[in-house]
């Protein structure tokens, strides 16, 4: 194994800063159009950042194109860091934000497309500073890395290590040939939803500003809002509410398979497995909720308010159907406290914390795919103690599903679980009580957002101590790249040149 090739790691980090400035130029503006206050901060973070990534890029301009494997993790979690490095300075020159480690976390939680804020009161944030929020789980969502790969052909660079890198999955679907034509496809899908989806909000009674920024949470699985009751701020606006609950479902979806249904191929969606059981979980749940809190829940005190505008049952199914889907999808968005509802439904949310979306989406999580072929796993295994002769194999999307991923998975969940547990007892460490220690490891590493305690669905992370921040930020970085990507750079073999 040849050495690591840290002048193209160097070169590419500094094309990554050029984006996150140029995006943070984007906040600036925002800013100037609102006369909020903080144009000049934000500009100054913008130069800072653009200048440092032109001068990495000018430094290392000639290096080695070629991308092994070890430069693509590296290039991917080194990235994803500085990014959050980076894009925490509008928060902390301007003051709104003044702790270091809380700007961190907030701009970690923003890429990572987490939604957990230390934020108390969001609307007293001035306009851009929010816009800037969602923009981080826009950036994020798709992956920044995923926008970086599309212009890297252009400058003589293969992109394919970084794409598999931060996109890991099971399907083999692309929608090009070339890995960059993907990411550009990718992005387009991506940004169209985006615009669709402001513009039904916008329609739907939502200010221009509000729609864009939570159509840029809602299509990156954030869950970041510019309104402190989140989405139970329109309670009373059920149109605005389903078309959140549609563009959640699908940011969770394959992207692949949302081009597929683009292009007229709806049988292609509709055969695909994952997408089967994703749907199903999510109506399953969503029924199962939705009837607890009719018979058993206090409609009431629950805040599901305004049920006289479409009758208890509409607003009972709405809520129900939008907190399954927020939390399958690690949206994170919420209607209502749901820890009030009833303790067994708090278990059950709990519980899709660890679910998660479609591979290939924005969704964090354990995915729907890897839960599919470990059960179809587990019967396999009946199969085998009944038939210890007989030949068995998992199948998925009808292909025989190859062992080397078989063990994936089972080394990803084994990986999780210890992930989750190490978590966990880091925050008990900190002082931090069962309930909350367990529901902020489940929710910062699935990258859901809301979580339980002192953490729940309304109330924020502002309790974390600094350790604490940073413990959170670093799950935050585990989960959203897929714990592999992370953990393997902690490994001495990775280190070694053989």
Do not use: C
């Amino acid at each position: 194994m040849q050495n690591i090739n840290l002048r193209i790691v160097v070169f590419l980090m500094g094309i990554l800063l050029l984006f996150n400035g140029a995006f943070m130029l984007l906040a600036a503006l925002v800013s100037y159009v609102y006369q909020d206050g903080v144009g000049l901060e934000i500009t100054v973070s913008a130069f800072s950042v653009l200048s440092v990534g032109a001068l990495a890029i000018l430094v290392f301009r000639k290096h080695d194109s070629k991308i092994q494997k070890r430069e693509g993790y590296l290039i991917v979690t080194l990235g994803w860091f500085l990014m959050a490095l980076s894009g925490l300075l509008p928060y902390w020159i301007s003051g709104a934000i003044p702790s270091f480690s809380a700007s961190f976390f907030e701009t970690m939680s923003g890429y990572t497309t987490t939604g957990a804020t230390i934020l108390s009161d969001i609307e007293s944030m001035p306009k851009s500073l929010l816009f800037w929020r969602s923009m981080t789980h826009w950036i994020g969502g798709m992956g920044i890395i995923v926008l970086a790969i599309a212009i890297l052909p252009f400058l003589g660079i293969g992109g394919f290590q970084l794409f598999t890198a931060e996109v890991p999955g099971l399907s083999s679907d692309k929608l090009h040939p070339k890995i960059a034509d993907t990411a550009k496809r990718l992005w387009l899908i991506y940004l169209g939803l985006t615009l669709i989806e402001t513009l039904l909000l916008t329609l739907a009674g939502m200010s221009f500003f509000d729609a864009l920024n939570h159509a840029m949470s809602t299509l990156s699985t954030g869950g970041f809002s510019t309104k402190n009751e989140s989405i139970a701020f329109w309670n009373g606006q059920p149109l605005i509410q389903y078309i959140i609950i549609l563009f959640m479902f699908l940011a969770g979806t394959n992207f692949v398979l949302s081009y597929f249904a683009i292009k007229g191929k709806i049988s292609k969606v509709l055969q695909d497995d994952e997408f089967k059981w994703y749907s199903f979980f999510i109506i399953f749940f969503s029924i199962v909720v939705a009837v607890l809190i009719y018979f058993f829940a206090d409609f009431t005190q629950s805040t599901l308010s305004h049920p006289q505008l479409l009758g208890k049952v509409e607003s009972v199914f709405r809520h129900g159907l939008f907190q399954v889907i927020a939390l399958i999808t690690t949206t994170g968005f919420v209607t209502a406290d749901y820890t009030l509802w009833m303790p067994f439904l708090t278990i059950v949310f709990f519980g899709l914390m660890f679910l998660g979306g479609s591979s290939g989406s924005t969704a964090g999580g354990v995915k729907v795919v890897r839960h599919l072929l470990m059960i179809r796993g587990g019967f396999l295994e009946f199969k085998r103690a009944l038939h210890p002769n007989a030949i068995l194999q998992a199948r998925y999307n009808k292909k025989i599903v190859d062992e080397t991923i078989s063990y994936n998975i089972l080394g990803f969940f084994i990986l999780y679980l210890l992930s989750f547990i190490i978590g966990a007892l880091g925050f008990g460490l900190m002082g931090i009580d069962f309930e909350s220690a367990v529901g902020v490891a489940a929710s910062t590493l699935g990258n859901v957002g809301p979580a339980l305690g002192i953490f729940g669905p309304t109330d924020n992370y502002e309790a974390l101590s600094q350790v604490g921040q940073w413990w959170a930020s670093f799950l935050m970085l585990l989960g959203r790249l897929e714990l592999f990507t992370v953990l393997i750079l902690f490994t001495p073999f990775f280190w070694k040149n053989t």
